[in-house]
């Protein structure tokens, strides 16, 4: 027997035997590494995550990645509520993650997960949570392979926080980074940008508006592939518009690669809904969060051909050439107004959104 | 100019500029993503952990780690309180994340750290998280290469959380499972037992006691290493007796195994300051947590080289062959009392010290 058959022995023994979570709210006992912890386990993430490399008993779990570059990443997900229009903190986590490594060029392939639980936190939602990081991790192909959980005592979390880190393949070599662009470039920008920031704003019930934005979130590595194979050599930068959204991009992009990024404001992507949301809240859509938009910066003379193909696929239907890259004065993004005005769009100050995602 | 060259270029004029974290405490702004997020990657993470790769204007880090099989692992830290006698969050999450590559046989070479901020923390305290991090990664020679950064509101979190994933490569080959004990294999602990959460106890300053404890983190891939090296072959098992102790690590390894783990309460290393605390607040030693001790199952035949192993390096010194395996009764741990009786260790119930790590 195989040691993945001994694996999936082991865990059709576990289904079997049919673990059950009896409690409807998490307790600090399902955090302590006993019993209830070993039930939780098996009970919600194997049932949800089910795949032969996923060891609850194990330390960690062992992949085969190849002899190529592996691209590493991780990030934390704190975003309030846990649930809005569009998505979850589940399908957030797995999408952010599978799109970094995309943004590095990479095929995702395999994913952790470590939970913070607050104590009372319903085993239902954690449930839906779960399911969801299933579903957007079967949509994205990668396997969800190791995990933890740990649980804090009430009032010291928000429900459910949720760290993801991945593991990709570099199977063709580019060469992407924040400092490669250049002069001449093109900025193209993969959609309409902001519903993320949108929905989770109108979610919050703070404001008493209402709109039919949903979150964006959404797997990037399939137009990331489609792009990198047709345009292996021009493409400069890749980076997901998350936090910040894409003029905080932007910025590190003219900041790193010493070049100014000049927008042309009428070309950027941006449905009306969103533009009208950000309005009412005084927000400027330049700087609300996608999680599955992102940046692009091509040599100029390929921008067209990048433009039809991200134009081909789904997600990539209303992308646009937003902006050129030029010398002076670097380290600047500047904004050309639909009145034909030309400002600074800055670096990102306070926090007009915290806990976006 | 190559690309490791570049990046060092860019830190470098980064370093030169020398950004300035002036605020005492954590704010949302600093987990916004612009300006404030900037300058805490720069002044704080790039700082401390400083190395070619850590690549924080990009979304990911491109790392080569072979053909062979890759160990992939995560663990978030939640402990209370952050600092304590030995070691705080820090040292604890870059090594319990070392650990777990350790037992998965692998030799761990790169880590990310997700970090979770509640806003008002102070900028001193995740200077020194920060500062002890990269003292354990360098000890354990492996390298922080990717990170986030969030921040919650007040009373959201406990002033800090961190997230570490790993991958290590896995270069000889070993079957290492909990699956993997046999009846006439030998139960090995590293060395004396429960000193952590010991110290974590003491250092919650909840009870009034005092004792000269301190906690046992340690990285463990070395004596791990010399281990395997000696016995590639006839170590089944190896597992880190963190969450629940070493009572839980042998309750999994007695069901993954369909084995009996009999141990012998007089073979097990417990210092005696440590069996005093734990007499007083009538936790059984058994249960408390270690992070710089693991549980080897062994070859029986080969025990006694398995415990000259550990003995040669400085984290083995009082390794202990602690109990045997045997075919019955499939699933349980027994423990042989010192007064000649037997009882079950069972499997943790409830949480006696949550958020031990």
Redesign the interface.
């Known amino acids: 027997m195989t ?1 993945e058959q ?1 694996v999936l022995d ?1 865990i059709e023994r576990m289904r079997r035997r049919k673990p059950v979570v009896r409690e409807e709210r998490i ?3 399902h ?8 039930t939780l386990i098996e009970a919600v993430f194997l049932e949800a995550f089910r795949n032969p490399m996923l ?1 609850p ?22 975003v309030s509520p846990l649930f809005f229009p569009g998505g979850d903190i589940g399908d957030l986590a797995v999408n952010g993650t599978v ?3 995309a ?2 060029g ?1 095929r995702p392939v ?1 994913l ?5 639980l607050e104590e009372g936190f319903p085993v239902a939602d954690l449930r839906r949570i779960t399911a969801s990081m299933a579903a957007a991790a079967e949509r994205a192909q990668v396997t969800i ?9 009430r ?4 429900g459910c ?1 949720v ?1 993801t ?4 393949v ?1 199977e063709q070599p580019v ?5 490669g662009a250049r002069p001449g470039d093109a900025v193209i920008v993969s959609g309409p940008i902001g519903a993320h920031g949108a929905a989770i704003m109108l979610a919050r019930d703070d404001f008493g508006i209402e709109a039919p934005i949903t979150s964006d979130t959404a797997p990037l590595h399939g137009i990331v592939a489609e792009l990198l194979k047709v345009l292996p050599r021009h493409v400069r930068t890749l ?2 518009a ?3 959204g894409v003029a ?1 991009v932007l910025n ?1 992009v003219a ?2 690669s010493e070049v100014a990024v000049v927008l042309d404001e009428e070309r950027i992507p941006v449905h009306p809904e969103v533009t009208g949301v950000c309005e009412l809240l005084g927000l400027d859509p330049l700087y609300v969060a996608c999680e599955g938009r992102f940046v692009a910066v091509v040599d100029g003379e390929h921008a067209g051909q990048a433009l039809d193909t991200l134009r081909a696929h789904p997600l990539g239907a209303e992308a646009a050439i937003a902006g050129t890259v030029t010398a002076d004065p670097p380290g600047l993004v500047l904004l050309r107004t639909a009145f034909g005005g030309t400002r600074v769009v800055d ?9 976006i995602c």
């Open positions: 040691r001994q082991r307790t600090l006992a955090g302590a590494g006993g019993k209830a912890t070993q060891a008993l194990d330390d960690g779990a062992l992949v085969r990645l190849g002899d190529g570059p592996v691209a590493f990443t991780t990030d934390s997900y704190v799109n970094d490594l943004m590095c990479a395999h952790s997960a470590g939970f913070i392979v190791t995990g933890d959980t740990k649980v804090v005592e009032g010291k979390a928000d926080y760290t880190a991945g593991v990709g570099v060469t992407l980074s924040a400092s980076r997901d998350t936090r910040g905080t590190e900041r790193a670096v990102l100050v306070g926090d007009p959104l915290p806990r």
